[in-house]
């Protein structure tokens, strides 16, 4: 019983399921599209078809290549939490700003305060970063992250959000990064391929395109 993500070199991302109900590409609207067979989801950015492929990726030229050299590490430490960020794999969803802006400051430069707030406000707002980008510990024992059902979500303009336990092989991961909640490049720009570093919002990319 495997819902599988394959990364197809300078492709899509395929998506399928053994002896496994397809699980729901839930929209950007509110929608929902359950595949019934294999599908080709696009990476590049180009599809006229999102989210599926349509070949597109061959005529622009696209490249996998992960040109992402150090993750970008921050660590914060309040009493009963410690709080870890990687810039590397952020897809810029904001949940933690506007979940908990006292803690997290959008535009500071000590951005991420978890003295501000109750540990267990800190960890609530943190569990629900959709990219893995923030994680927590708690006397030096790190936090795992609890499955769920498997979810894929199409963000608009943006990445997909992918939640629960699938089997996805990366040639890299980022430290720190989770196997159960991460965000995969949609657009084609990312450094950090295949996963999102919010060169979508950062470079102005728009589903349209």
């Known amino acids: 019983m495997t819902i599988r993500l394959k990364l197809i ?38 599809s006229g078809n999102k989210p599926f492929c349509d070949g597109s990726h061959n ?8 040109r992402c050299k150090n993750d970008a590490l921050r660590t914060e430490e309040a009493s009963g939490v410690t709080v870890h960020f990687n810039r590397s794999i952020c897809s810029g969803a904001g949940e933690c700003v506007r979940g908990l802006p006292a803690v997290f400051v959008s535009g500071a430069e000590d951005w991420i305060r978890p003295g501000k707030a109750s540990a267990d406000e800190v960890i609530a707002t943190v569990k629900k970063c959709p990219s893995g980008a923030l994680t927590y510990s708690v006397d ?48 084609g720009k990312s450094s950090n391929a295949p996963f999102c570093d919010y060169s979508h919002g950062e470079q102005g990319w728009k589903d349209s395109e």
């Open 59 to 66: 005529a622009a030229g696209y490249s996998d290549e992960n």
């Open 140 to 187: 030096g024992e790190p936090h795992i992250v609890e499955l769920g059902d498997v979810s894929v979500r199409i963000v608009k303009d943006g990445p997909y959000e992918i939640k629960g336990p699938v089997e996805f092989e990366a040639s890299k991961w980022s430290e720190n990064a989770s196997r159960s909640c991460f965000a995969l490049c949609r657009c």
């Open 9 to 46: 070199p300078n492709g899509p991302i395929l998506l399928s399921a053994e002896d496994e109900e397809f699980p729901a590409l839930k929209t950007a609207d509110g929608g929902e599209i359950r595949p019934e067979k294999t599908v080709g989801l696009c990476r590049c950015g180009q």
